[in-house]
């Protein structure tokens, strides 16, 4: 059974750095690309940052590029996300993400508050 859980949310201040882990489980973790995604209070959830199922290819989200970073280390079968310079506008809950199979799995995510 698939299972993602995602960690390391808290409460930042602007300008902050936080690393968020989401540990897997239930399946080959270095078959499959991963990515994270957010959701807002009253907003959609959107795509974040993507990696390739050994990390050589990596996509970001306009609004984070050069200030995130997406990782994994399949040994540990974990993704990160590395958030630096944070603002209030990332203020959200950070999910992860598999799409295997035509099938999505989700973790229950982790709150991040960027706040002052």
């Known amino acids: 059974q698939v299972q993602l859980v995602e960690s390391g949310g808290g409460l930042v201040q602007p300008g902050g750095s936080l690393t968020l882990s989401c540990a897997a489980s239930?399946?080959?973790?270095?078959?499959?690309?991963m990515s994270w995604y957010r959701q807002a209070p009253g907003k959609e959830r959107e795509l974040v940052a993507t990696?390739?199922?050994?990390?050589?290819?990596?996509n970001y989200a306009d609004a984070v590029k050069g200030r995130f970073t997406v990782s994994r280390d399949n040994s540990k079968n974990t993704m990160y996300l590395q958030m630096r310079n944070l603002i209030p506008g990332d203020t959200a809950v950070y999910y992860c993400?598999?799409?295997?199979?035509?099938?999505?799995?989700w973790g229950p995510g982790t709150q991040v508050t960027v706040s002052s």
């Open positions: 993400l598999l799409r295997r199979l035509g099938q999505d799995s």
């Open positions: 239930g399946f080959i973790f270095s078959d499959y690309t």
């Open positions: 990696i390739s199922n050994r990390g050589i290819s990596t």
